[in-house]
C-alpha cells in the first residue's frame, strides 16, 4: 500500500472536507468509502496534508475509545482544519478539548457536574421562559415581511443561556459571536482569526480576574471557588475552560435549532407526528442530531502509536478523522439513515462524539433542542419557510455546518 505521503504528492487522494449537496444527506463520497474502504486516505485542503478518514459507526468508537490516539492539535501530524501558523500554534495554550488523559480529566471532572441531567432539569423553566420571550418578541414584530429564525431565536437562545450559565453578560454577545465565528471558518485571514483569538481570550481572562475578586452566582465563580478548596488548575486553565464553554456552547446548538426547523417544515408527515403526539420530541431531536451530524469532522486525533484499524494499519504520528456524517448515516445501524424519522430509535448516534472528549454540553443542548422545537411549533402552528430550501444559504466555509439565514414566515 502507499504511505499517505507519497500518495498525497501523487495527488490522487480526494480532498477532505467534501461538500453536502443535499442538506439531509452527507457527502454522496462517504457512503462508497463506508461500503469499499471504511479507513481511507484523504489530502486537507486547507494544507493538502495526508489524513486518515474513518466512516463506518463501530470503527469510529473503536478509534475514540483507543486510549493511543491524541487529541493535541499541536502534535505533528494532528489534522488541522483551519490553518494556524506553527509559531502561533505553539504559543496558545491548550484547552482541555485538546488535552489527553491525565491533565483533560481534571479539568473534565472540575466542569461535568455542571452539566448533569438534574442540572439540566432544574434549569429547563428558565429556559422555557427565555424561549418563551424571544417567541414573544418575534410574534410581536409580526410577518408582514419575512423574519429571520437565525436572528430572532436559534441565536439568541443558546447565547443568552451560555451568558447566564457562565456570568457572562449578555451585552457582550454582539462581540464574542464574532470572534467565535471567526475562529471556526475555514476561509477567515491568518491574521483575523488571530486577532479573534487575541480578543476573546483577553475578554475571558478579563472576566475570570474580576470574579476571582467579586464572585457572582455563576459556573465561572465556582470553579474558582472549587479551585481554591482543591487546587487542580491555574488561573489561565479556568479562563481557557470558560473561553472553550462560551465558543461551543452557542455556535452548535444554534445551528441545530435553524436545520431542525428545516428538516420538520420541509417533512410535513413528520411534522404531524411531533405536533400530534409531542412525547416524540425528545426522540425527534435525537434523530435530527443524527441526520445533520454537524461537527462532522469535530473529533480529529493524531495516532501515538501504530494502530490496526479495520484492514490497515494506521501509523504513529498519522492524523485521523473520524467522521461522525458517516458514521451516523452507517446503513448497518440506522437503516434507510439519510431518511428522517422522528420514531427512529436514534440514541446511538455520535453527533455528540465518542470516548473521553464525547460532548460535556450534551444534556444542556439536547434540553434546548427540546424546549425550542416544542415551544416554536406550539405557540406559531403556521410557520413556514418564505424561502425554498434550495435558495438558502448553508455553512459549507465552517468547521460546524449550519444555516446563515433561515427566512420563516406564518
Ligand atoms: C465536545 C458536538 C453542544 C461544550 C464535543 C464533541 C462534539 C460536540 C462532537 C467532541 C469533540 C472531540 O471529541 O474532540 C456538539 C454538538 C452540540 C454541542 C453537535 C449541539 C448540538 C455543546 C454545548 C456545550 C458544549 C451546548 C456547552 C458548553 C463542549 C465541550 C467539549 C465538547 C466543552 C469538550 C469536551 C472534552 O474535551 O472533554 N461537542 N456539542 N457542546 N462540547 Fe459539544
Not at 470574579?211 to 470553579?223: A, N, Q, T, V, Y
Request: proline letters at 7%; one cysteine or more; charged letters at 25%.
Amino acid at each position: 500500500m502507499t504511505a499517505p505521503a507519497e500518495a498525497a504528492a501523487e495527488g490522487a487522494l480526494p480532498e477532505f472536507p467534501m461538500r453536502r449537496a443535499c442538506p439531509f444527506s452527507p457527502p454522496a463520497t462517504y457512503t462508497e468509502l463506508r461500503e469499499n474502504e471504511p479507513v481511507s486516505r484523504a489530502q486537507l485542503k486547507v494544507n493538502g496534508k495526508p489524513t486518515w478518514l474513518v466512516t463506518r459507526h463501530d470503527l469510529y468508537k473503536k478509534v475514540l475509545g483507543d486510549a493511543r490516539v491524541s487529541a493535541n492539535l499541536k502534535l505533528p501530524g494532528y489534522p488541522l482544519q483551519v490553518p494556524v501558523p506553527d509559531e502561533i500554534l505553539q504559543s496558545v495554550p491548550l484547552t482541555f478539548l485538546s488535552m489527553d488523559p491525565p491533565d483533560h480529566t481534571v479539568q473534565r471532572r472540575m466542569l461535568a457536574p455542571e452539566f448533569s441531567v438534574r442540572r439540566m432539569r432544574e434549569l429547563r423553566a428558565r429556559v422555557q421562559q427565555l424561549v418563551d420571550e424571544q417567541i414573544d418578541e418575534m410574534l410581536a414584530k409580526g410577518c408582514d415581511s419575512p423574519v429571520d429564525l437565525v436572528t430572532a431565536l436559534a441565536l439568541p437562545v443558546p447565547s443568552l443561556v451560555i451568558c447566564e450559565l457562565l456570568g457572562v453578560p449578555y451585552e457582550d454577545h454582539a462581540r464574542f459571536e464574532q470572534w467565535a465565528w471567526a475562529i471556526m471558518n475555514h476561509e477567515v485571514s491568518d491574521e483575523d482569526r488571530g486577532m479573534a483569538h487575541y480578543e476573546l481570550d483577553r475578554y475571558v481572562d478579563g472576566l475570570v480576574t474580576a470574579k476571582e475578586s467579586e464572585p457572582g452566582d455563576d459556573m465561572i465563580s465556582r470553579l474558582i471557588a472549587f479551585n481554591r478548596e482543591t487546587p487542580a488548575v491555574e488561573h489561565s486553565d479556568i479562563a481557557s475552560m470558560s473561553k472553550l464553554m462560551l465558543v461551543t456552547g452557542h455556535e452548535t446548538t444554534a445551528n441545530m435549532i435553524a436545520l431542525g426547523v428545516l428538516a420538520l417544515l420541509e417533512h410535513p408527515d413528520q411534522l404531524a407526528a411531533v405536533r400530534e403526539e409531542p412525547e416524540l420530541m425528545p426522540g425527534a431531536v435525537e434523530e435530527l442530531l443524527r441526520l445533520f451530524s454537524i461537527s462532522d469532522a469535530g473529533t480529529a486525533r493524531v495516532a501515538m502509536e501504530d494502530i490496526e484499524l479495520g484492514d490497515v494499519t494506521i501509523r504513529a504520528g498519522d492524523g485521523i478523522l473520524p467522521l461522525n456524517n458517516a458514521a451516523n448515516h452507517d446503513e448497518q445501524v440506522f437503516p434507510d439513515a439519510d431518511r428522517l424519522d422522528v420514531r427512529r430509535e436514534a440514541r446511538s448516534h455520535v453527533a455528540f462524539g465518542y470516548g473521553v472528549h464525547q460532548c460535556v454540553g450534551q444534556n444542556l443542548a439536547r434540553m434546548e433542542l427540546d424546549v425550542v422545537y416544542s415551544t416554536l411549533l406550539r405557540r406559531v402552528p403556521t410557520l413556514r419557510l418564505a424561502t425554498p430550501a434550495d435558495e438558502l444559504r448553508f455553512k459549507d466555509d465552517a468547521i460546524v455546518w449550519g444555516l446563515y439565514e433561515l427566512p420563516v414566515t406564518w
